[in-house]
């Protein structure tokens, strides 16, 4: 059953003679689909990601979705000048469109031991959208994350940044020069899935073991500190967050990981800053970013010395304007 929100309004118009635009934004654990056009954003409808049946149920999810959405703010599914999706993935391309092989939707890449109720490989996606759209574009998410927060957010003005979503999964969007970083598949910046341990029981959806994803993820949370007590990241870290002694050395060893990645980001790409996002990161920022902060202080001083870790400039609201930010003109 689909969640109507009720319309809001929001920073930005589009201009008067501009139809309207569809934003599609697909995680591992929901897809939103909202309208925008001249008078704001219209409508936003949302459901758990579907992930049972046949791979191609999740592009029929989000054209159902979009035709709801374009039916709550009144305008004609015609109408609709361009989709912008912003996919948690990776890609892979099928005569040059896009699908998804996303750990936290295709069940068939790390097999039963996940959970998910699908032995999919990939997900089919942008070809039924370009079947119904004329004007389709699919972007990895922290990709489009990316570009709505040096549009509108906390990375304004930076040539040299990145975007890192600690959510469902991790996924980062890139930005060196001035310039957008998106890989031979569009798959750039899946640093989520490196290798940072030899730990054989933090199977990641991807079928790796031991990738950052594994270890600190939302999903990972819940799977590796259940029998602690800590059945999800909100009860974890509210409970750190209240004094547990336990849950807060937990968090701190969560953070030292994720610390890590974001420094070996920094050494790559020698970047000026990095904003954060995500359901998990962003309901306990004021806990968890001093903590990021701290794990990459002090560390080689010519790569890290002036790099800001801030939070997301668009905060709960980033999913929305990354998928806008890849179609608006």
């Known amino acids: 059953m689909s969640n109507y929100h009720v319309p809001f309004s929001a920073p930005i118009r589009l201009p008067a003679e501009q139809a309207p635009l569809v934003c599609v934004d697909?995680?591992?654990?929901?897809?939103?689909?909202?309208?925008?056009?001249?008078?704001?954003?219209?409508?936003?409808?949302?459901?758990?990601?579907?992930?049972?049946?046949?791979?191609?149920?999740?592009?029929?999810?989000?054209?159902?979705?979009?035709d709801q959405a374009c039916a709550f703010a009144d305008i004609a599914p015609t109408e609709v000048a361009a989709v912008g999706v912003a996919t948690c993935g990776p890609f892979v391309l099928r005569q040059g469109l896009i699908e998804?092989?996303?750990?936290?939707?295709?069940?068939?890449?790390?097999?039963?031991?996940?959970?998910?109720?699908?032995?999919?490989?990939?997900?089919?996606?942008?070809?039924?959208?370009?079947?119904?759209?004329?004007?389709?574009?699919?972007?990895?998410?922290?990709?489009?994350?990316?570009?709505?927060?040096?549009?509108?957010?906390?990375?304004?003005?930076?040539?040299?940044?990145?975007?890192?979503?600690?959510?469902?999964?991790?996924?980062m969007g890139l930005c060196v020069d001035g310039r957008l970083l998106r890989g031979r598949n569009g798959n750039a910046g899946h640093a989520g899935h490196t290798l940072?341990?030899?730990?054989?029981?933090?199977?990641?959806?991807?079928?790796?073991?031991?990738?950052?994803?594994?270890?600190?993820?939302?999903?990972?949370?819940?799977?590796?500190f259940a029998a602690q007590g800590y059945a999800d990241a909100a009860q974890l870290f509210s409970a750190a967050v209240a004094?547990?002694?336990?849950?807060?050395?937990?968090?701190?060893?969560?953070?030292?990981?994720?610390?890590?990645?974001?420094?070996?980001?920094?050494?790559?790409?020698?970047?000026?800053r990095i904003a954060i996002g995500g359901s998990v990161f962003w309901h306990h920022r004021d806990y968890l970013l001093p903590r990021l902060r701290a794990a990459l202080a002090g560390r080689l001083p010519p790569l890290t010395q002036g790099l800001d870790i801030v939070a997301a400039g668009l905060g709960e609201r980033v999913g929305d304007f990354a998928a806008l930010a890849l179609v608006l003109p």
Not at 126 to 148: K, M, S
Not at 247 to 252: G, R
């Open 26 to 66: 697909i995680g591992g654990t929901k897809v939103a689909v909202s309208v925008v056009d001249a008078r704001g954003l219209r409508s936003r409808v949302s459901e758990p990601t579907a992930t049972e049946g046949a791979n191609h149920v999740l592009a029929q999810q989000v054209l159902r979705l979009i």
């Open 100 to 171: 998804l092989v996303a750990p936290n939707i295709c069940g068939g890449l790390a097999g039963q031991a996940r959970g998910l109720p699908n032995d999919w490989t990939s997900a089919v996606l942008e070809a039924p959208l370009r079947a119904a759209f004329a004007q389709v574009r699919v972007e990895n998410d922290g990709i489009a994350a990316l570009e709505a927060e040096r549009r509108w957010g906390a990375l304004q003005g930076c040539s040299d940044c990145a975007y890192v979503t600690w959510s469902t999964g991790i996924g």
């Open 196 to 224: 940072v341990c030899d730990d054989s029981s933090a199977l990641c959806g991807c079928g790796q073991r031991g990738d950052v994803e594994a270890l600190v993820a939302g999903n990972a949370i819940a799977r590796r």
């Open 243 to 272: 004094g547990d002694a336990t849950a807060a050395a937990i968090v701190d060893s969560l953070c030292a990981v994720l610390g890590r990645a974001l420094f070996n980001l920094s050494a790559t790409l020698d970047l000026q």
